[in-house]
């Protein structure tokens, strides 16, 4: 007969098992595996707490929620649905465990049925043979051998939780949840069984005031974890492609690095604007420039030097016939004026660029000396900032709002400044000094009077 226990407590060794059989030798695994029992050794798969990864296990002490916060197949489904085991499971398969009523709170009854139950890294995936519950699909509901219980229900449908109550419950993918906020505060009110009912939370963060609140409030915990993590259990081909796709990027520190991206009040450039500025390669371009934003020491402690690069694509004669293309974000915190000069310069031989432009408020003729003494014949143009930061930068964001912009890939960086950068302000550590070396770029291609006659005059920057 298959038997397998589960402690109620977790040896330190178990925490670390995983990761020893990973680097050990095979006379060593050998030894491991010839010490265990028959019954050990069928009861090893299914012990979690041996092959975990950390973010995977419960934290330590008197929470109520624990928020697992990872990327896109960083094993949150897997650590919830074995979280759930080990509140219902007791000792041996008919012992009763420390939850006898769970809820299982997605988006869907389909996406709580599919995923947290018959998927992959679900419940019954996951549960070893003697202590499997069954599924009673017309109550929506799994039944263990030992009489606990666990119940799907619906984000959908908030009011479906007025009746029931739980001891334990297990929360899926609550970022994405178009009536969170209503299903999560009618969850907290029937999560009132036992002596210290708790919840877990798995989804890929997003920036939602339901998960702001959640892992703002005192009694939650969270463990973290990027799609990386878990690579040992993703093809090698899905993380190649996502990281070329999406390294660097705020979505892909989102998606993948399990990052909570939050947009600041009154920003003037948003994640959803940005992605939807993403592409791939620029086309041939009419004119390239390169604008810098000096700092106003050379010391390394100062603010960054701001380089970016951005190209003019004008496609016919018409007034609208033209897109700007940023192209690179060569920033960098120089210990110098002389590094930041040699890194501008070499921007512009590197893209062919027609012109040098650089905001001279705060280093006067020094910025052009500078840059003379990397290359006496580069294409400069001094400019000089009349009004403030968030003002020169609004009708740049309104560019964006209209299509206008496309970025290339690899400019993180520079898109986390400008979702800091609102019509009050700057919202970010420090100076915005990509942002503002972008606005200059812009301004360059749409105002040079040296330019190609077909290039766009827009009023308002």
């Known amino acids: 007969m298959f038997v397998t226990t589960r402690s109620t407590s977790t040896p330190q060794g178990l925490r670390s098992g995983a990761a020893w059989l990973s680097c050990a030798t095979e006379d060593e695994i050998d030894g491991f595996l010839g010490s265990l029992s028959d019954a050990s050794l069928l009861a090893l798969p299914w012990i979690f707490e041996f092959w975990a990864l950390p973010h995977q296990l419960p934290p330590a002490g008197a929470w109520r929620t624990w928020a697992i916060l990872g990327g896109r197949g960083a094993g949150k489904t897997r650590a919830g649905a074995e979280w759930v085991r080990a509140q219902v499971e007791g000792p041996r398969a008919a012992d009763p465990g420390r939850a006898r009523r769970v809820a299982l709170l997605a988006e869907t009854y389909d996406q709580g049925r599919d995923v947290m139950v018959f998927g ?49 419950a297990w929360v899926d993918e609550l970022a994405k949840w178009k009536k969170g906020a209503e299903a999560w505060d009618m969850l907290q009110f029937a999560l009132r069984l036992g002596t210290h009912p708790q919840q877990v939370v798995t ?93 106003a020491t050379g010391r390394g402690s100062s603010d960054a030097c701001g380089i970016v690069v951005a190209g003019l694509e004008c496609r016919g004669e018409g007034p609208r ?80 709002e209209q299509g206008r912009v496309r970025h290339l890939r690899g400019l993180g960086h520079l898109e986390e400044q400008m979702c800091r950068m609102a019509r009050h302000g700057y919202q970010g550590p420090g100076s915005p000094d990509r942002v503002d070396a972008l606005v200059w770029a812009v301004q360059e291609l749409l105002f040079d009077p040296g330019a190609r006659a077909s290039a766009p005059r827009v009023r308002g920057i």
Not at 229 to 243: D, G, K, Y
Not at 272 to 294: C, F, G, W
Request: hydrophobic share 45%; net charge negative; glycine share 4%.
């Open 120 to 168: 992959e890294s679900g419940i019954l995936a996951c549960s070893p043979p003697d202590r499997r519950p069954a599924w009673e699909a017309t109550r929506r509901r799994l039944v263990w051998p030992n009489g606990a219980v666990a119940t799907v229900h619906s984000a959908q449908e908030p009011d479906a939780l007025r009746g029931p109550q739980f001891d334990a």
């Open 203 to 295: 989804t890929t963060p997003q920036n939602v005031d339901v998960l702001k609140a959640v892992l703002r409030n005192p009694s939650t915990v969270t463990t973290h974890a990027p799609t990386e993590a878990n690579r040992a259990h993703l093809a090698a081909s899905f993380l190649a492609e996502v990281e070329a796709r999406y390294g660097n990027t705020r979505l892909g520190r989102q998606e993948l690095m399990g990052e909570l991206i939050e947009d600041v009040e009154g920003a003037l450039w948003t994640t959803a604007m940005l992605e939807a500025a993403r592409a791939e390669a620029a086309p041939q371009l009419d004119r390239v420039v390169v604008a810098v934003d000096p700092p």
């Open 321 to 400: 016939d033209w897109r700007i293309w940023v192209l690179e974000d060569a920033s960098l915190s120089a210990a110098s004026p002389i590094a930041w000069a040699e890194a501008a310069v070499a921007a512009a031989r590197r893209h062919g660029a027609a012109r040098l432009v650089a905001e001279v408020n705060q280093g006067g003729d020094m910025v052009e000396t500078m840059i003379r003494q990397v290359d006496a014949f580069v294409p400069y143009r001094a400019v000089r900032a009349a009004v403030g930061k968030a003002a020169r930068a609004e009708p740049v964001a309104a560019l964006y």
